[in-house]
């Protein structure tokens, strides 16, 4: 375990924590108080690390995931599905979501659009009810010119899942497959509203300084 340790750089008193909480596999008994740890164990490791530092994820949320990713019954597919949302926990709506002229407005909007882009199977996706309470604050605003774009911005979005999933690649490799849904959605969405900032300033300066 020592290796194990030295090789991640996570504590042994830790390690031990994560085996108990069957975050990872035991490791090959050498003797009675003895095991082997491999590669495998550094990669499951470094994953549970960067679940849990980077992406703020419970112990809770972290083993239910693992579960899934060592249970061979759980398809690649199932697998990914359970992945996305335990990274991407969305806002809940606020109270503007709830009641009102312009809730019920972008209640109804959210699910023409989900109607017109083939989404209806999302409707009960947690981001749909994210979707609709941002929505209905922006209308309670008086925003309603953002009805005009949220075609676009869904296009948009469908080229970005596009650029997603080519990256994820080849499923077979479950680990990965976590790794890259996982840490992917957490740093993509970082990097995508990176990339709009800069494309709005460059916009910006086109638009409003010519």
Not at 12 to 24: C, D, M, N, Q, S
Not at 51 to 78: C, F, K, M, Q, T
Not at 172 to 188: Q, S, W
């Amino acid at each position: 375990m020592a290796g194990l340790s030295a090789a991640t750089g996570v504590p042994v008193p830790t390690i031990k924590y994560y085996l108990r909480e069957g975050l990872l596999p035991p490791g090959r008994p050498l003797a009675r108080n003895q095991a082997e740890y491999g590669p495998a164990h550094v990669r499951r490791l470094k994953l549970v690390r960067a679940l849990a530092d980077y992406g703020g994820l419970s112990i809770a949320a972290i083993a239910g995931l693992v579960r899934h990713l060592d249970d061979p019954g759980v398809s690649a597919g199932e697998l990914l599905a359970e992945a996305q949302p335990a990274v991407a926990a969305p806002q809940e709506p606020g109270p503007a979501s709830g009641s009102g002229a312009a809730a019920e407005r972008a209640r109804d909007q959210v699910a023409a659009l989900l109607a017109r882009r083939g989404w209806e199977g999302l409707a009960d996706h947690p981001s749909a009810a994210t979707l609709t309470g941002v929505l209905a604050s922006l209308l309670e605003l008086g925003l309603d010119d953002v009805l005009e774009g949220l075609d676009d911005y869904a296009g948009a979005a469908e080229a970005a899942a596009s650029a997603d999933v080519r990256i994820l690649g080849d499923v077979t490799d479950r680990e990965r497959a976590v790794e890259v849904v996982a840490l992917g959605t957490l740093l993509g969405d970082t990097l995508i509203a990176a990339l709009r900032r800069l494309a709005q300033a460059r916009l910006a300066e086109d638009t409003y300084q010519s």
